[in-house]
């Protein structure tokens, strides 16, 4: 275990069915990230918070819709995704926003959208 | 736009042998390089990293190589095991607005075989 926990570890869903990916950091960290990671192409980042902060959303579409109710918890609900939203969805956290050297990744959700 | 890229998406060696994986970055002004490991089912996990003001840096049977002049970094696994086996990710720090993000190249795939 790193420290960051994602549940579930897979998932399948639905275009028209809502869901929720949870992340915990038992890290002490005050920085928290989603990526996705699609195959054959680079990991995205798809929205940054800083204590409990939202401070970057990278053109992510609203059907992606992230909450990040304290430092130590971050989920992403999803609701009528596509089936090119299939991935896998990566949470990770660092000490602070200025310590991207130090980041610590889940071991992410699988995601299929049916 | 700037990007983090590798050069070849598998590489295929024996059990003993020494590993190269290597990766091209465009942004001259990038100060701070990462190399990451993926096993299956995992996150990424940070395995090395390497400031600007560095040529080489070594670790543990692996060895970051810098080369500002052609905008190249290397990865070198010596006595290469099969618990190697895994997606290797150069990743670069990009400042944002008022946070560090880390852009990730498209990774390679290492195959060992006994």
């Known amino acids: 275990e790193t420290g960051v926990t994602q549940t579930p570890r897979h998932l399948v869903m639905g275009m028209t069915n809502k869901k929720s990916l949870k992340c915990e950091q038992h890290l002490g960290h005050n920085a928290m990230y989603w990526y996705k990671q699609s195959a054959k192409k680079p990991l995205e980042l798809m929205f940054v918070?800083?204590?409990?902060?939202?401070?970057e959303n990278n053109s992510v579409p609203s059907r992606f819709s992230p909450e990040c109710p304290n430092s130590s918890h971050l989920f992403l609900h999803l609701h009528t995704l596509q089936p090119e939203d299939s991935a896998l969805y990566l949470c990770?956290?660092?000490?602070?926003?200025?310590?991207?050297?130090?980041?610590?990744f889940g071991s992410g959700t699988r995601l299929t959208v049916v | 736009g700037e990007s983090v890229g590798l050069h070849l998406p598998t590489l295929s060696v024996q059990e003993g042998d020494n590993s190269i994986i290597n990766c091209a970055y465009s942004?001259?002004?990038?100060?701070?390089f990462i190399w990451y490991k993926q096993e299956s089912g995992k996150g990424p996990q940070f395995i090395i990293d390497i400031r600007s003001n560095m040529d080489k840096r070594q670790g543990q049977r692996v060895t970051v190589l810098l080369n500002k002049t052609v905008k190249h970094l290397s990865l070198q696994i010596a006595a290469t095991q099969p618990g190697d086996s895994a997606v290797y990710f150069c990743?670069?720090?990009?400042?944002?607005?008022?946070?560090?993000?880390?852009?990730f190249g498209t990774g390679t795939r290492l195959l060992v075989s006994p």
């Open positions: 942004n001259s002004a990038s100060d701070y």
């Open positions: 918070y800083s204590l409990e902060e939202r401070v």
């Open positions: 990743a670069e720090i990009q400042m944002n607005t008022g946070f560090q993000k880390l852009v």
């Open positions: 990770a956290s660092s000490q602070g926003l200025q310590r991207a050297y130090g980041y610590t």
